[in-house]
């Protein structure tokens, strides 16, 4: 009886420190630090909703980028290469080490996915190309959730490609290019988010953990070796997002407007009539095309 009244006291010592270590922990936002196995709890760890509530413009123009649909708008070519890239032509199992290939890019939280996790998810990419029906809808709809998130530029790709320089990667830390704080989240200021070399660790040739190449696109070479060889200076982020207050829309091929602003078009027309006996009118047009973009287009 006296044991568990000291039990008691002690416990109620103790009570208003611990609840006073939550409330200054609470609120503020967590992110997994292991392997997640369950589809559901990855999706919401990494889900942009999650910044939403407090960000809304930018989830809006998120939104509308092609980085919310990284996996539906690649399906494809994805699932190729899993059913016939790694099986046929290298002879190899599709493991989590093949997956990772591919999207690392497409869906840089991949890395927290479990072996057999890595493996649903590849398997909702073919079921989304190959099967039929309900199947094939269900797989699609999984896909929807999956998608280069805020958390997948403001905190797995800050240091990805040259963590020797760039530093560790604290998961709990969203990182700006500003000086923005908050009582909602760690922030921290990471000037890489202003640099092409940030956009470029996508856009270009991807060098595998085990050392193998893949070319998704290559783009950014172009703009290394035509743009900036030839004296061009803009960052991709001032084209397509400082301009025009594109934001994070950052708009590409599939946006008229922007693909109208890399197109120079000139025409020169020149009236003159021919024939022989009879006079015909008749004009002369010469088309000049160029290319106002950072880079070789279209690219994919
Ligand atoms: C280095 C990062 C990176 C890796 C690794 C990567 N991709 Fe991509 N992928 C991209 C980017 C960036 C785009 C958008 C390119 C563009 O629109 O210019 C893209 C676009 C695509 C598209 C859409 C092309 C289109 O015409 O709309 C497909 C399909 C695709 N990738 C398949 C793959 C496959 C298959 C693999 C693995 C073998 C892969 N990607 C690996 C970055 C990557
Ligand atoms: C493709 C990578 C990418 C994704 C995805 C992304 N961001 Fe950003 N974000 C950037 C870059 C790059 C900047 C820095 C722009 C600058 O100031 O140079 C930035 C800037 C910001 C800023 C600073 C203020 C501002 O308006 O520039 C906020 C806040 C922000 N992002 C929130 C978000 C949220 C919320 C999401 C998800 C809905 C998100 N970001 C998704 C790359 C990304
Ligand atoms: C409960 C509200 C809340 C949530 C949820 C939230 N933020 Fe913030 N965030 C803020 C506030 C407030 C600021 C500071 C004011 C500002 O700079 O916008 C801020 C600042 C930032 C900045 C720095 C902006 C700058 O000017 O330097 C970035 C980047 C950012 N948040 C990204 C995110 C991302 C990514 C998520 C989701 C993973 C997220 N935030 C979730 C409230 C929130
Ligand atoms: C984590 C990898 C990653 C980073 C970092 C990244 N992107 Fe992307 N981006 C992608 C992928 C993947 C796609 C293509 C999605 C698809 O079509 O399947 C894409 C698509 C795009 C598109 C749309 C292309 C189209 O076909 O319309 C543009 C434009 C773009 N990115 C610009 C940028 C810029 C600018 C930055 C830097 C601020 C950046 N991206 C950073 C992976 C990335
Ligand atoms: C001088 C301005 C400028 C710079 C710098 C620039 N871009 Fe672009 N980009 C454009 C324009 C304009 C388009 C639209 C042209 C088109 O797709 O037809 C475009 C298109 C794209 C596309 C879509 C390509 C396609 O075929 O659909 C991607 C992806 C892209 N840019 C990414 C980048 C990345 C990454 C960088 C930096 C390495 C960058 N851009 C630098 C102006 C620029």
Same mark, same amino acid.
């Given at each position: 009886m006296r044991l568990k009244f000291l039990i008691f006291l002690i416990f109620l010592f103790f009570l208003p420190i611990s609840l006073s270590f939550a409330s200054s922990e609470e609120g503020k936002l967590t992110f997994p630090t292991g392997p997640i196995d369950d589809f559901e709890t990855f999706v919401k760890a990494f889900d942009s909703m999650r910044c939403a509530e407090c960000h809304q413009d930018i989830y809006e123009e998120w939104k509308e980028s092609y980085h919310s649909r990284s996996m539906v708008s690649s399906i494809k070519g994805i699932a190729n290469f899993f059913t016939?890239?790694? %099986?046929?032509?290298?002879?190899?199992?599709?493991d989590k080490k093949e997956i990772i290939?591919?999207?690392?890019?497409?869906? %840089?939280?991949?890395?927290?996915?479990s072996e057999r996790l890595a493996r649903e998810i590849a398997d909702y990419m073919i079921k989304a190309k190959l099967a039929k029906g309900k199947e094939k809808d269900e797989a699609i709809a999984r896909l929807k959730?999956?998608?280069?998130?805020?958390y997948g530029c403001h905190?797995?790709?800050?240091?990805?490609?040259a963590p020797g320089i760039t530093g560790h990667i604290e998961p709990n830390v969203i990182y700006t290019a500003g000086e923005g704080e908050s009582d909602a989240h760690e922030t921290e200021h990471a000037p890489?988010?202003?640099?092409?070399f940030f956009c470029i660790q996508c856009h270009g040739v991807y060098i595998a953990p085990d050392g193998e190449s893949t070319?998704?696109?290559?783009?950014s070479g172009s703009y290394v070796h035509s743009y900036l060889g030839r004296g061009g200076r803009k960052t991709c982020q001032e084209c397509h997002m400082y301009r025009k207050d594109r934001g994070h829309r950052m708009p590409g091929g599939h946006d008229l407007e922007i693909v109208k602003e890399g197109i120079d078009f000139q025409a020169e027309i020149k009236p003159f009539r021919y024939g022989v006996g009879k006079w015909v009118p008749a004009v002369n047009v010469e088309v000049f095309l160029g290319n106002k973009a950072g880079h070789r287009i279209p690219d994919g």
């Open positions: 016939v890239g790694v %099986p046929k032509e290298w002879e190899k199992q599709l290939k591919c999207l690392d890019c497409h869906l %840089p939280q991949i890395k927290f996915a959730k999956l998608n280069l998130s805020c905190n797995i790709k800050i240091a990805a490609t890489i988010l202003k640099r092409s070319y998704c696109n290559t783009l």
